[in-house]
C-alpha cells in the first residue's frame, strides 16, 4: 500500500515540481474521506536548499528516510554529465529491492538513468531533455512523446505538469478511478490527459474555466454518457454550427469530441466497475460504450486486462 512518501532532491530544487508532489501527497484530506501519507522532503545534504525559482526550502531529512518509503519521488535532478553520489545510487536501489517505487519527474529521470534503474526499459523524460538522455544512456529506451511512462517499480514521467499526470496515475494504481477523480477536482486539474508532449502547446482536456464558453455544453454531455451524442446534438447544445464546435472543442479540450466522449465514458466504466456490483453488460450500457465485448476491448487496450479482472483487481485493494 502507499502510505509513506519522500521526494528526494539534490543540490537544487524545482520548486514546481516539489510543489506537485507536497500538493498530491502532502495534503490532508483525509476530512474529506482520501487517503492520507505521510510525506517528508529528504536530501543527501539536508538543510537549506536553494530552489531553481530564486529561493530555497529547508530539508530535514538525510537519505535515512527513504528506508521505509513506500514511494521515493525525484523532482527534477541536474543533467550535467556528473555522477550522482554513491550513497544517493545506494539508497534508490535498497528503496526498488525491498519493493517500494520510485518516481522521477522531468529530468529526474537522468538519475535513475545514472543509477542503472532504467537500463532496458522504457522511459519518460521532458521532450527538451529526451535526445540527450537517449545519447547519454543507449541502454535506454526514451519515449520522447508521452507524458509518463509506468514500468512497474519505476515510474518516468516528462515535464512540470506531466508530473501531475504521473502522481495521479499512482493515486489511481492504488486507491481506483473515484480516489483519483476527487483529489483531481480538488486541485482543479484533469484526471488524465490523453495524448503526448505535443499537450504541452494545448490546455488540459478537462480544465474548463467556468466562464468558457464550452463548459456548460461538456458538463450537459457528462451527465447524458449513456445517449447518443454525435457532434451535431452537442453543437446544437453549445448553439454553435457543428464546424465551429469542433474547433471550439479541440482548442478547449486537445481532443476530438470522439476522443473525449470515449475516455469520459472509460472513466465512468471504472468508477461503475468499482464502486458497483453492476455486470459488465450494464457497466458497459451505463457507460455509454455500448456492448460488454466492446467494453472488453477497450480495456484491453487501455488497462491490459479484463473489465472483471479490473474490478476484482480493485475490490481487492
Same mark, same amino acid.
Given at each position: 500500500?502507499?502510505?509513506?512518501? $519522500?521526494?528526494?532532491?539534490?543540490?537544487?530544487?524545482?520548486?514546481?515540481?516539489?510543489?506537485?508532489?507536497?500538493?498530491?501527497?502532502?495534503? %490532508?484530506?483525509?476530512?474529506?474521506?482520501?487517503?492520507?501519507?505521510?510525506?517528508?522532503? @529528504?536530501?543527501?545534504?539536508?538543510?537549506?536548499?536553494?530552489?531553481?525559482?530564486?529561493?530555497?526550502?529547508?530539508?530535514?531529512?538525510?537519505?535515512?528516510?527513504?528506508?521505509? @518509503?513506500?514511494?521515493?519521488?525525484?523532482?527534477?535532478?541536474?543533467?550535467?554529465?556528473?555522477?550522482?553520489?554513491?550513497?544517493?545510487?545506494?539508497?534508490?536501489?535498497?528503496? $526498488?529491492?525491498?519493493?517500494?517505487?520510485? !518516481?522521477?519527474?522531468?529530468?529526474?529521470?537522468?538519475?535513475?538513468?545514472?543509477?542503472?534503474?532504467?537500463?532496458?526499459?522504457?522511459?519518460?523524460?521532458?521532450?527538451?531533455?529526451?535526445? !540527450?538522455?537517449?545519447?547519454?544512456?543507449?541502454?535506454?529506451?526514451?519515449?520522447?512523446?508521452? !507524458?509518463?511512462?509506468?514500468?512497474?517499480?519505476?515510474?518516468?514521467?516528462?515535464?512540470? @505538469?506531466?508530473?501531475?499526470?504521473?502522481?495521479?496515475?499512482? $493515486?489511481?494504481?492504488?486507491?481506483?478511478?473515484?480516489?483519483?477523480?476527487?483529489?483531481?477536482?480538488?486541485?482543479?486539474?484533469?484526471?488524465?490527459?490523453?495524448?503526448?508532449?505535443? *499537450?504541452?502547446?494545448?490546455?488540459?482536456?478537462?480544465?474548463?474555466?467556468? %466562464? %468558457?464558453?464550452?463548459?456548460?455544453?461538456?458538463?450537459?454531455?457528462?451527465?447524458?454518457?449513456?445517449?447518443?451524442?454525435? $457532434?451535431?446534438?452537442?453543437?446544437?447544445?453549445?448553439?454553435?454550427?457543428?464546424?465551429?464546435?469542433?474547433?471550439?472543442?479541440?482548442?478547449?479540450?486537445?481532443?476530438?469530441?470522439?476522443?473525449?466522449?470515449?475516455? *469520459?465514458?472509460?472513466?465512468?466504466?471504472?468508477?461503475?466497475?468499482?464502486?458497483?456490483?453492476?455486470?459488465?453488460?450494464?457497466?458497459?450500457?451505463?457507460?455509454?460504450?455500448?456492448?460488454?465485448?466492446?467494453?472488453?476491448?477497450?480495456?484491453?487496450?487501455?488497462?491490459?486486462?479484463?473489465? *472483471?479482472?479490473?474490478?476484482?483487481?480493485?475490490?481487492?485493494?
Amino acid at each position: 500500500m502507499l502510505h509513506d512518501v $519522500v521526494a528526494l532532491v539534490g543540490p537544487q530544487v524545482a520548486a514546481f515540481e516539489l510543489g506537485v508532489l507536497s500538493e498530491v501527497f502532502g495534503l %490532508d484530506r483525509t476530512a474529506e474521506g482520501l487517503p492520507g501519507y505521510d510525506f517528508a522532503v @529528504a536530501s543527501p545534504t539536508p538543510g537549506r536548499i536553494p530552489t531553481s525559482s530564486g529561493f530555497a526550502v529547508h530539508v530535514d531529512h538525510g537519505l535515512e528516510r527513504l528506508a521505509r @518509503a513506500d514511494l521515493v519521488a525525484v523532482p527534477a535532478w541536474t543533467s550535467a554529465p556528473v555522477d550522482p553520489p554513491v550513497e544517493v545510487v545506494d539508497a534508490l536501489h535498497r528503496a $526498488v529491492d525491498r519493493g517500494a517505487r520510485v !518516481l522521477s519527474i522531468c529530468s529526474g529521470a537522468f538519475l535513475l538513468a545514472a543509477a542503472g534503474l532504467l537500463d532496458g526499459r522504457r522511459a519518460a523524460t521532458h521532450w527538451k531533455y529526451a535526445p !540527450l538522455l537517449a545519447t547519454r544512456y543507449p541502454s535506454v529506451d526514451v519515449d520522447p512523446d508521452v !507524458l509518463y511512462v509506468d514500468a512497474g517499480s519505476v515510474v518516468t514521467s516528462a515535464g512540470t @505538469a506531466a508530473a501531475i499526470d504521473a502522481c495521479l496515475h499512482l $493515486v489511481r494504481l492504488e486507491h481506483g478511478a473515484g480516489v483519483a477523480n476527487a483529489v483531481a477536482r480538488r486541485m482543479v486539474v484533469a484526471t488524465h490527459r490523453h495524448g503526448g508532449q505535443a *499537450q504541452f502547446i494545448e490546455p488540459p482536456s478537462a480544465a474548463v474555466r467556468a %466562464d %468558457d464558453v464550452m463548459g456548460d455544453p461538456l458538463e450537459w454531455a457528462r451527465r447524458r454518457l449513456h445517449e447518443e451524442l454525435p $457532434v451535431r446534438r452537442l453543437a446544437g447544445q453549445a448553439l454553435m454550427s457543428e464546424r465551429t464546435f469542433v474547433r471550439r472543442f479541440h482548442e478547449t479540450t486537445g481532443a476530438t469530441p470522439h476522443r473525449w466522449l470515449l475516455e *469520459q465514458r472509460l472513466a465512468l466504466a471504472e468508477e461503475l466497475l468499482e464502486s458497483t456490483d453492476l455486470p459488465v453488460g450494464a457497466v458497459a450500457e451505463r457507460s455509454g460504450i455500448g456492448s460488454a465485448d466492446t467494453l472488453r476491448h477497450h480495456f484491453a487496450r487501455r488497462r491490459r486486462l479484463s473489465p *472483471q479482472a479490473y474490478r476484482l483487481s480493485f475490490r481487492a485493494r
